[in-house]
Nanobody
Framework: QVQLVESGGGLVQPGDSLRLSCVVT????????MGWFRQAPGKEREFAAA????????YYAVSVKGRITISRDNAQNTVYLQMNRPKPEDTAVYYC????????????????WGQGTQVTVSS
């Protein structure tokens, strides 16, 4: 069973930057596609970004494209989400996810989930 531990959230002002991290244990990290999801207050959890196992291909939701970058370090068993110029509507709990392929992440992923990390964008 894979375990996912997110960190790096906090209060950030619009226009600043923030980097989220997710450390993965329990399985061979380098064989997994990884993703980030987010859940805003009162809304459903939604897909934000995904990266394949070797880091060569990335995918982004239209709502965040251009403002976030997903990356991974297979030597550190860690996936990152760099948030640049965040907006108040990016306020959400951010969760990382692991699955066999990026298609599986983008097409109805249902878990496992970590505890998430809260990001609040406000001036």
């Amino acid at each position: 069973q894979v375990q996912l531990v997110e960190s790096g959230g906090g209060l950030v002002q619009p226009g600043d930057s923030l980097r989220l991290s997710c450390v993965v244990t329990g399985r061979t990290f380098s064989t997994y596609a990884m993703g980030w999801f987010r859940q805003a207050p009162g809304k459903e959890r939604e897909f934000a970004a995904a990266i394949n196992s070797d880091g060569m291909n990335t995918y982004y939701a239209v709502s965040v494209k251009g403002r976030i970058t997903i990356s991974r370090d297979n030597a550190q068993n860690t996936v990152y989400l760099q948030m640049n110029r965040p907006k108040p509507e990016d306020t959400a709990v951010y969760y990382c996810a692991a699955d066999a392929t990026t298609r599986a992440l983008r097409g109805g992923y249902s878990g496992p989930w970590g505890q998430g990390t809260q990001v609040t964008v406000s001036s």
